[in-house]
């Protein structure tokens, strides 16, 4: 089945600070979605992104199929955005999730 | 209003005391999920559900059994609550015209003691 790795583990930044997230896959798929989730707290989707780069306003995502691989990237980072971000690509019917990156912004 | 519910938020129950998370959808959406949440382990699935009366078993059915008489609606049913099904439960449903978004509710905290 769908395997799924996410790096950094964590992440803290200093607000204004810029942030890369990778999730890496192990099968081929034709789309990749983002969540984010605050601590505590219910799952939101940031993206949907079949392939290719996508941007809304200060996250961006980019899918690149064939390397099994994508990114999410943060500008100019705040505080709100503290929480952990996880992807999901499908698995027939189901999404696999993996573990998340906790990213904690800081003053 | 696109919201999918869960009930209750929290719970805490014996050991070998049934259990009953109740998830509810406004969207009409064909699918919906059960997850749980747990450190280290990540969102692993239980069950899926593709419509009324037709649900299929996830990663990890054991101990678990669901229901879903009609679309809106999706429970998840724990028959003798067992101390490690201690986890946070995420409800989550998509619909065939939502794309391919999946919406999660607020989740149900179950501690079982």
């Known amino acids: 089945g769908q395997q799924v790795q996410q790096s950094p583990t964590s992440l803290v930044l200093q607000e204004g600070e810029n942030a890369e997230l990778q999730c890496n896959f192990s099968?081929?798929?034709?789309?990749m979605q983002w969540f984010y989730q605050r601590p505590g707290g219910s799952l939101i989707s940031v993206f949907y992104n079949p392939s290719g780069t996508k941007q809304s306003g200060r996250l961006t995502s980019t899918t690149v199929i064939k390397e099994r691989r994508s990114s999410l990237h943060i500008s100019s980072s705040q505080i709100t955005d503290s929480g952990t971000y996880l992807c999901a690509p499908p698995s027939g019917q189901k999404l696999v999730f993996g573990q998340g990156t906790i990213l904690k912004v800081y003053l | 209003d696109m919201k999918v519910t869960q009930m209750p938020r929290y719970l805490i129950k014996r050991m070998g005391e049934n259990v009953l998370l109740e998830c509810g959808q406004d969207?009409?959406?064909?699918?919906m999920y059960w997850y749980r949440q747990d450190p280290g382990l990540g969102l692993q699935l239980i069950y899926i559900s593709y419509d009324v009366d037709s649900n299929s078993e996830g990663d990890i059915p054991k101990g678990y059994r669901v229901s879903r008489k009609k679309r809106e609606h999706f429970s998840l049913i724990l028959d003798s609550a067992k101390t490690n099904q201690t986890s946070v439960y995420f409800c989550?449903?998509?619909?065939?015209?939502?794309?391919?978004?999946?919406?999660f509710g607020e989740g149900s905290r179950l501690i079982v003691v």
């Open positions: 989550a449903s998509r619909g065939q015209f939502s794309g391919n978004t999946l919406y």
């Open positions: 099968t081929s798929l034709n789309s």
């Open positions: 969207m009409s959406h064909e699918t």
